[in-house]
């Protein structure tokens, strides 16, 4: 069993040249349908799994194309990773679509748009009110 520290600086090395394999390295036109970016990677106590968390900009269909891409090119994934990362075993590779930078940007919407519905011009001034209690 490694160590958390060991886990964290295997997991953040992954996650570097995935990065880099997904600029340059895979050849798939599909991966290239999407801006796609890894968000984080997940690496199993015993280094033998490791689940690659990607963002993907686009359209819905150019989404569920890049992913298709990407669970088709994990084998070149970690053959490379074995060839880049120098560890006793290559950990498995799974490809998992992260969805939480939009949900972050649908709330961020969300609140703008409820501090926009009560800017100072829709709420009533405190001495307007108290002008027609008298």
Do not use: C, W
């Not at 106590?45 to 891409?69: C, F, N, P, R």
């Not at 703008?112 to 027609?132: F, G, Q, T, V």
């Amino acid at each position: 069993m490694a160590t958390n520290r060991r886990v964290s600086r295997v997991a953040e090395l992954i996650k570097r040249e995935v990065s880099q394999m997904l600029i340059n390295g895979i050849k798939d036109d599909r991966v290239g349908t999407g801006m796609v970016s890894v968000t984080d990677v997940d690496v199993s106590g015993d280094l033998q799994h490791a689940k690659i968390y990607v963002s993907i900009y686009g359209t819905e269909e150019a989404k569920a194309e890049t992913m298709a891409g990407l669970k088709s090119a994990t084998g070149f994934v970690r053959s490379e990773l074995g060839a880049r990362v120098r560890l006793r075993r290559t950990p498995e590779v799974t490809f998992i679509e992260d969805r939480s930078i939009e949900r972050g940007t649908k709330v961020l919407s969300l609140l703008n748009k409820l501090e926009n519905e009560r800017s100072p011009d829709n709420i009533p001034a405190a001495d307007e009110s108290l002008e027609d209690d008298e």
